[in-house]
């Protein structure tokens, strides 16, 4: 695959050192013989970073001082800060990680009996709109460097106490926080191989999902480069409806998405995609939007649906769909044949629910501006 140069992180103290979280295995070893070492001591470092989850150059102790020496001079191991670390009664997790001066993104760890969960961001705000989102309400700043993106797995993985290949604390990963992730490719999938390698985080190609609003030409270009899971956020089965909550669809409608979908299933055979569907209150919920799913789902005969009561956040004009309704359109669903899962909503509590990430965005849209007018407008409403 072909590589771009990863955006630089702009980490505080750091000024002129490169950032060792923005390679991969490769990028390592090419970084590591630019500086006249052996590939073998980038595989070294590699390990102290992500196994021993490791910052500090000087406790790495089988690399040579001199190396050590060399390294600490010109880079460094810079995840992102802490600048929120909050816990929900259900032992959710997010954290509040700053990016730069102006921005912080969200990442959220959702453990459960067998498994525990971290949701990875790709990109302060969003560029894409869709109406139910409060991501995508704060507007869009920029992409994610890889650094930043592997560096949300870092902090988790360092607070949590998990230990590569022994206290495995996260055993999956989405990247379903904040952001697009097919619209920032190459740092996304760079951040997802340091995901799979073994020398990295060491999790099987099934264990990491990218969920994508629909970026047809970037779903065939991600099946040929990563062997990872894939979800599709749906939320609608008929063009106009979906268009409407999420602009994407304009773009790359439906019958466009369903191709690349059977492009996906064609090369991956013994694989599934799982599509997204947030049930809102009279909007997607009714017993014809389930009959359309249906009859979209059988032409995907493979895929499941995953139901995901919507998570309000302010300023929005959707509701949640209540719990009868929910229930009946599942029903609809599994009676045709579909398999079909109810997300439970986890750490609504701290906001960190899927679909309530928000972070803090210096927007270059103006998208938020409206957003905080029709909050100020409910405020005084209620007064």
Not at 220 to 229: A, P, R, Y
Not at 351 to 370: H, I, M
């Amino acid at each position: 695959m072909n590589q771009v140069a990863a955006i630089p992180s702009d980490q505080p103290g750091a000024a002129g050192k490169v950032n060792l979280l923005d390679f991969d295995r490769q990028g390592l070893r090419d970084f590591f013989a630019q500086l006249g070492e052996k590939p073998y001591r980038a595989e070294q470092v590699m390990k102290w970073i992500y196994h021993h989850l490791e910052s500090d150059f000087g406790n790495m102790t089988d690399v040579g001082k001199a190396l050590r020496a060399k390294l600490e001079a010109s880079c460094h191991v810079g995840p992102p800060q802490t600048l929120v670390d909050k816990a929900a009664a259900d032992g959710t997790h997010k954290w509040l990680l700053g990016m730069d001066g102006r921005n912080a993104v969200e990442a959220v760890y959702i453990p459960e009996p067998t498994r525990g969960t971290l949701c990875v961001s790709s990109q302060i705000g969003c560029a894409l709109n869709c109406q139910f989102c409060s991501t995508g309400a704060q507007g869009f700043n920029r992409n994610l460097a890889t650094a930043e993106i592997i560096g949300q797995m870092w902090v988790a993985a360092k607070q949590l106490g998990n230990v590569t290949h022994q206290n495995r604390r996260i055993t999956n990963v989405v990247m379903m926080g904040m952001g697009e992730p097919l619209a920032n490719f190459d740092n996304v999938v760079r951040a997802m191989s340091l995901m799979r390698d073994d020398l990295g985080f060491g999790l099987a190609s099934k264990r990491v999902t990218l969920s994508t609003a629909g970026m047809v030409p970037m779903i065939d270009k991600l099946s040929e480069v990563i062997d990872v899971s894939l979800a599709v956020s749906l939320h609608a089965a008929n063009d106009e409806l979906r268009t409407e909550l999420v602009p994407l669809n304009k773009r790359y409608p439906l019958a466009e998405l369903t191709a690349a979908c059977q492009r996906w299933i064609a090369r991956k055979p013994r694989t599934s995609i799982t599509f997204e569907y947030t049930l809102m209150k009279g909007v997607n919920d009714q017993p014809e939007h389930a009959k359309q799913l249906i009859r979209f789902m059988r032409k995907l005969p493979t895929c499941k649906v995953n139901l995901i009561p919507f998570n309000p956040f302010p300023g929005t004009r959707f509701e949640r769909s209540d719990a009868e309704t929910i229930r009946a359109f599942q029903t609809q669903l599994l009676n045709a044949g579909i398999l079909t899962m109810l997300r439970r909503t986890r750490g609504d509590d701290i906001d960190a629910a899927c679909g309530q990430l928000a972070g803090q965005v210096n927007d270059r849209t103006r998208r938020s501006a409206g957003i905080r007018q029709r909050v100020e407008q409910g405020e005084a409403h209620a007064l």
